[in-house]
């Protein structure tokens, strides 16, 4: 596990200070994960897992919100936890998000442990 208070603080001040940049692989911006990680951080309380897959059922895995935060600029954000699984592979992801002004949440930094 990593050592949460430590990393939580490192990743805000990340977000926090620059303004959040992308750093993800392209795992992430396939439909199911994102739909998967926007409706656990819209409707589900933190500690609690979704789980998911994909139609096809190569790729699954679970998105647990973990904390919620208003960021310097006012806007809500929450860190959440993450694992994929695909084929014998899994990657653990630990991250933050942001709600948009269009209301959709968008994942502003992630550490992964692969």
């Known amino acids: 596990r990593w050592?949460?208070?430590?990393l939580a603080a490192g990743i805000a001040g990340l977000v926090?200070?620059?303004?959040?940049?992308?750093?993800?692989?392209?795992?992430?911006?396939d439909?199911?994960?994102?739909?998967?990680v926007a409706e656990a951080l819209e409707r589900h309380p933190s500690g609690s897992a979704l789980r998911?897959?994909?139609?096809?059922?190569s790729l699954?895995?679970?998105?647990?919100?973990?904390?919620?935060f208003r960021s310097a600029e006012g806007?809500?954000?929450?860190?959440?936890?993450?694992?994929l699984?695909?084929?014998?592979?899994?990657?653990?992801?630990?991250?933050?998000?942001c709600r948009e002004d269009d209301g959709r949440w968008r994942t502003r930094l992630a550490l992964e442990d692969a």
């Not at 699984?85 to 998000?97: G, M, N, P, T, V």
């Open 3 to 6: 050592p949460r208070a430590a």
């Open 16 to 29: 926090l200070g620059f303004g959040g940049g992308r750093l993800l692989p392209e795992a992430e911006r």
């Open 31 to 36: 439909a199911p994960v994102e739909s998967a």
């Open 52 to 57: 998911f897959a994909d139609r096809g059922g």
């Open 60 to 68: 699954e895995g679970e998105v647990v919100p973990v904390r919620t």
């Open 75 to 83: 806007r809500w954000c929450r860190e959440y936890e993450m694992t």
């Open 85 to 97: 699984r695909e084929r014998s592979q899994e990657l653990r992801r630990l991250a933050i998000a």
